[in-house]
């Protein structure tokens, strides 16, 4: 069971001292089976006049923070050590609900996953869903993991992978038709394109670990990452990160889940000050093994 480090600082600049509004801090990891939280360590400076910690509706840990100072700098600087313990990919048995597509979801699970069966975005000429559709064996029912695999793998070899400076997300459409985009925004254009298919899918926001011997073939690392959970009937929620291929958690730090990614922001705030007042942001995140900390 690997221990990884994760630190992720960020510092928003002006110039001139300024107040703060109230400000939403997703930077925790979420604690589960395959990864449990050691310590975890969120130092802010100012120091914010109070903060509390509180779990938001899916579950997240979020931490709100409020000021009664002014400053020309705030700084949000959080450390938390995991014990991850990557789960192997799914496999899925012709006696499993799900082994082939379509399938359907029991009646005692389908009213908790309708938020994240139905589309979030349009698609009013139905190019979303003839792309989801490529994947579907024209011939008879197709099995699930080959539609899973499929989207996973075909976004990474098809799209180009770009930052954006904007904040946010694409539109899904954008990211089909430009074929490029950010992790988050592959991640969105996967999971409303299986949503379309009646497969519930949510956003997941965390941090990417790259390992020295796969530096070379990951993408996204240096800055917040996102993928994508899809839930099987029997298998429960498994992971697929379009932008490097992944399926199953190994090199992924889960920190926040959501329906969209607007819910899963992972540092949110306003200040009180002259527009023009405002000089920039700067953000700095590592993930580290215990042997690359060590040296070994």
């Known amino acids: 069971m ?18 703060f509004g109230e400000h939403r801090i997703m930077l925790r990891p979420r604690d589960g089976h395959d990864l449990r939280v050691l310590s975890g360590d969120l130092k802010i400076v100012p120091q914010p006049a109070s903060l ?7 579950g997240n840990s979020v931490a709100i923070a409020t000021f009664d100072v002014r400053a020309k ?3 949000f600087d959080s ?14 048995t012709a006696d499993d609900t799900a082994y082939f597509y379509p399938f359907l979801y029991n009646d005692e699970e389908f009213p908790d996953l309708v938020q994240f069966i139905t589309p979030q975005y349009g698609d009013p000429d139905g190019e979303l869903s003839a792309w989801a559709r490529g994947f579907l064996d024209e011939q008879g029912m197709t099995p699930t993991y080959n539609i899973l695999s499929g989207m996973t793998h075909g976004i990474r070899e098809a799209f180009t992978y770009r930052k954006r400076h904007e904040h946010g997300t694409q539109h899904p459409l954008d990211t089909l038709q430009t074929k490029s985009g950010t992790c988050r925004d592959y991640a969105l254009f996967m999971i409303e394109a299986l949503r379309r298919l009646g497969i519930a899918a949510r956003f997941v926001s965390g941090y990417l670990f790259i390992p020295g011997d796969r ?4 993408v996204g690392g240096g800055s917040t990452h996102a993928w994508v959970q899809v839930y099987l009937p029997s298998a429960g929620w498994i992971e697929f990160d379009p932008t490097n291929g992944i399926i199953g958690t ?45 040296g070994a």
């Open 52 to 58: 509390r910690w509180i779990h938001d509706v899916f």
């Open 2 to 19: 690997p221990l990884l480090t994760i630190h992720h600082k960020t510092e928003y600049r002006y110039d001139r001292p300024v107040a």
């Open 79 to 92: 450390t938390a050590t995991v014990e991850h313990n990557p789960a192997e990919e799914f496999a899925l």
């Open 73 to 75: 700098t705030l700084t």
């Open 215 to 218: 530096a070379h073939g990951y």
């Open 250 to 294: 190994r090199d992924l730090v889960r920190v926040a889940v959501a329906r969209d990614p607007r819910q899963a922001i992972p540092l949110h705030g306003t200040y009180v000050g002259p527009a023009d007042a405002f000089v920039g942001m700067n953000v700095s995140i590592n993930v580290v093994s215990a042997s690359e900390r060590t």
